[in-house]
């Protein structure tokens, strides 16, 4: 079996040295070349023709989002970005991830080299994801970026009234995710029932994640708080390294943000939180399962569907990683399976024809 072939670019010798190391010490990767900037790095890709690049967020020469960008517009390749732990660094890394990147490993600011190689499990584990990750290349962007959405554009349709207070839309997602999920969201009207979204991210960068889809979409999207009320015409996010659940209080829910052990080796984890929807929820819940690696969630999406929830996985063809998805799929959780580009437009038909939570039945 052939290994994957991975160039790291970052500017810093010592990082270069300890991801080549990391890489190498796997049997089923190697390391064909490190390159101190991206103006070495373009000639190395050429040279090497590698699998997956290791790109370091902020270096000389050439910023890595600006050769990111070119990369995905001229030789589509998986990248999984090293970024720093740090508020500019949280959202380079999501910019990043818009333009393309797999995925991305968060460094420490301080002790790099020991914090390296305790990540080095993540990292390579990390890599062979990228290299069996669907890239498409990045359309040319004239003029520089554009918002895609304005907070007061409105959406076509019939209000959903009170359908916003019975129900309840849960989404999970892992590698792929940010963009998936913020494309679902931004099908959503600003009367939607309350989303709760658990997406496999670290600490220091759900905050960033969190503002961006609050800048970009119509209902107000925020990092939850453990005992706040779940309302319409929001979002909560599950935060980095904690879970997220729903609890009911009297006529209300309510998010329960917890720390704890990882489940399926996630934290926050999907499992989790739809596990609380099938307990708590029931019929009034919505599942949507979105692009990630794993299993994280597929057993407790069943029990949501057993329960009398409606679930949508997203399609193989539109995942960056079909893993999660699949395997929801294989265990019946699912009742629709659609591109990532319909799923919106589905939830909100799915709810305008149901009345007093009962499906309407042709």
């Given amino acids: 079996m052939a290994k994957t072939r991975v160039v790291v670019v970052d500017d810093s ?18 390391c064909v070349g490190a390159a101190a900037d991206p103006l070495v790095a373009r000639e190395m890709i050429r040279a090497t023709d590698p699998d997956v690049i290791t790109l370091d967020v902020e270096m000389p020469r050439m910023d890595g989002i600006d050769f990111l960008a070119r990369l995905m517009r001229l030789r589509p390749t998986p990248v999984v970005m090293v970024s720093t732990l740090t508020e500019r660094g949280a959202d380079v890394t999501l910019r990043a991830l818009e333009l393309g990147a797999v995925d991305f490993v968060a460094k420490p600011k301080l002790g790099v080299a020991d914090g390296l190689r305790r990540l080095g499990d993540d990292i390579t584990e990390k890599i062979r994801t990228a290299a069996r990750a669907q890239v498409r290349r990045l359309p040319p962007a004239p003029g520089g970026s554009v918002e895609l959405v304005a907070r007061n554009a409105s959406t076509p349709g019939l209000p959903l009234g009170r359908l916003s207070t019975e129900k309840l839309i849960f989404i999970g997602a892992s590698t792929g995710g940010t963009e998936a999920t913020k494309t679902v969201l931004m099908d959503f009207p600003a009367d939607m029932p309350a989303v709760l979204i658990t997406q496999h991210m670290p600490p220091g960068f759900t905050t960033s994640y969190a503002k961006r889809l609050d800048s970009l979409c119509q209902i107000r999207v925020k990092e939850a708080s453990d005992g706040e009320r779940v309302l319409p015409g929001h979002g909560y996010l599950a935060p980095g390294g904690l879970h997220l659940s729903v609890e009911r209080s009297g006529a209300n829910y309510i998010a329960r943000v917890r720390d704890g052990a990882p489940v399926n080796r996630h934290k926050p984890s999907v499992e989790v939180l739809f596990d609380s929807a099938a307990r708590v929820v029931g019929p009034n819940a919505v599942g949507l399962m979105l692009t990630g690696m794993g299993a994280d969630g597929a057993q407790a999406m069943r029990a949501m569907r057993d329960a009398g929830s409606w679930n949508v996985c997203q399609d193989e063809a539109s995942c960056v990683v079909f893993g999660m998805p699949r395997e929801a799929i294989a265990r019946g959780a699912a009742h629709e399976v659609l591109p990532l580009s319909r799923i919106g437009a589905a939830v909100l038909a799915h709810l305008r024809n149901t009345v007093g939570g009962t499906l309407h039945r042709i």
Avoid: C, P, W, Y
């Avoid at 010592?14 to 049997?27: D, K, P, S, W």
């Fill in 13 to 30: 010798a010592l990082v270069r040295g300890l991801l080549a190391e990391i890489i190498n010490r796997e049997t089923d990767m190697e």
